[in-house]
């Protein structure tokens, strides 16, 4: 019965979205730019109503949603912490930031806390590379980050709930 209730939300929200597209296959990364700003990821029922919308295959959706780091499967944590791993950062030390996430965390990269309140990614770049390292906490971007204070921004957030 919960599952059914969720499909029919997901499908009336995406009436509601793509009302808003004709129904042209150059349309798709617009449409799923807005699915993942409605429900901060792109569900499964969202790509089955793409696909019938604008009559392209599941396999096309999902070859597009995987090639682009922006649109994500799963849902995110309330707070999605991002550390970059691009060059400049990884040369600076992101990856004991990242490690450091992970241990305070308890979670890995792609996965979320039990309660739903972060989500941990690694991202090849943000476009910050003067501020290497980098870690982002959603769109606030963090820059000449230590460990130490990634830890205090990470408490900062566990305190505003």
């Known amino acids: 019965m919960e599952q059914k209730c969720v499909c ?24 799923l730019n807005d699915v993942q700003e409605r429900f901060g990821y792109i569900p499964k029922q969202a790509q089955l109503e793409i696909s019938e919308y604008l009559s392209i295959p599941m396999a ?13 499967l799963a849902p995110k944590g309330k707070y999605n912490i991002s550390v970059c791993l691009g060059t400049a950062c990884f040369v600076k030390g992101s990856q004991t ?10 979670i890995k990269p792609g996965e ?11 991202v090849r770049c943000v476009g910050a ?10 769109d606030e971007v963090y820059g000449n980050a230590t460990v ?10 566990a305190s505003e709930d």
């Open 8 to 31: 029919e939300k997901i499908k009336n929200e995406m009436r509601k979205i793509l009302e808003k597209y004709p129904k042209e296959k150059d349309r798709l990364i617009a449409i």
């Open 60 to 72: 096309e959706i999902y070859g597009v949603i995987t090639f682009y780091s922006r649109f994500t």
């Open 97 to 106: 930031l990242l490690d450091r996430a992970q241990k305070k965390l308890k």
């Open 112 to 122: 979320v806390t039990p309660d739903g309140k972060y989500s941990i990614d690694d």
């Open 129 to 138: 590379c003067g501020l290497a390292p980098v870690f982002m906490v959603n």
């Open 148 to 157: 130490k204070e990634f830890d205090e921004i990470i408490d900062k957030y």
